[in-house]
């Protein structure tokens, strides 16, 4: 069992920037099989969306065509922790935000794949 626990939500003005941690109990590496962390995030009365995924093993990344450029991941193995830091936050960005592991999918923007979720952290922003 995987345990994923997010960090580092808050209220943020608009134009800020915040970095959001997923702290993972272990990176899954499985032979033939490619697992990765993904970071997602659910607004009030909006379906889920990913945000960005990260391959466990050769670091690979991939963005929602909507949101890269303002949001990057990145991890500290060493930490088993894994961030995304936002910029040019807006209003709109406020949701709350969750970190997944799971097998790699074509359809990871919409959680595909995915078997551990963390609990979620909560980002305000205000105007």
């Known amino acids: 069992q995987v345990h994923l626990v997010e960090s580092g939500g808050g209220l943020v003005q608009a134009g800020g920037s915040l970095t959001l941690s997923c702290a993972v109990s272990?990176?899954?590496?499985?032979?033939?099989?490619?697992?990765?962390v993904g970071w997602f995030r659910q607004a009030p009365g909006k379906e889920r969306e990913g945000i960005s995924w990260m391959n466990n093993g050769d670091g690979k990344t991939e963005y929602a065509d909507s949101l890269e450029g303002r949001f990057t991941i990145s991890r500290d193995s060493g930490k088993n922790t894994v961030y995304l830091q936002m910029n040019s936050l807006n209003t709109e960005d406020t949701a709350v935000y969750y970190c997944a592991m799971g097998v790699y999918s074509a359809y990871w923007t919409r959680g595909y794949g995915m078997n551990y979720w963390g609990k979620g952290t909560l980002v305000t922003v205000s105007s």
């Open positions: 272990e990176f899954i590496l499985e032979d033939g099989v490619t697992y990765g």
